[in-house]
């Protein structure tokens, strides 16, 4: 009996460590997925965000730019910069009307097939 008792021990211990490796290689794996989530919606978020940074440097320099050119046809700088607010005033009342088209589908898709898509295809 006390023979079968220790060999009962040992296969317990053994049973218990296989448990602990099993919850432990599973806790990894949630890891590495939670992981791979996060850099697939941190990747597109930063590249965005650098993205419409240059934008903004580049529309800056490029309204001055057309504000000037505007300005010297007309003979009139001040009447130059009004013309390009004046555009850049119909661009926002534009983008407000198309405001749902423009961004509320796109990122609802995008957020959609992040949470959804079952295919993690991590390109860099």
């Known amino acids: 009996m006390p ?5 009962i021990r040992k296969e317990l211990s053994k049973l218990l460590e296989d448990v602990r490796e099993y919850l432990n290689a599973n806790i990894d ?7 791979e ?18 934008l903004a440097i580049l529309f800056i320099f490029l309204s001055f730019a057309g504000a000037y050119y505007i300005g010297d046809k007309l003979c009139s700088i001040p009447l130059g ?3 390009m607010g004046l555009m850049y005033f119909l661009l ?3 983008f407000y009307l198309f405001r749902k088209t423009l961004i509320l589908k796109p990122l609802a898709k995008f957020i959609l097939e992040m949470f959804f898509n079952n295919k993690h295809n991590l390109k860099f």
């Not at 023979?3 to 060999?7: A, K, L, V």
């Not at 794996?29 to 992981?35: A, E, I, P, R, Y």
């Not at 989530?37 to 240059?54: A, D, Q």
């Open 92 to 94: 926002i009342i534009g």
């Open 37 to 54: 989530w996060i850099i697939e919606f941190l990747y597109p978020l930063l590249s965005s965000i650098v993205m419409l940074v240059l």
């Open 29 to 35: 794996l949630m890891k590495l997925n939670t992981s």
């Open 3 to 7: 023979n079968e008792n220790r060999s």
């Open 81 to 83: 910069f009004l013309s």
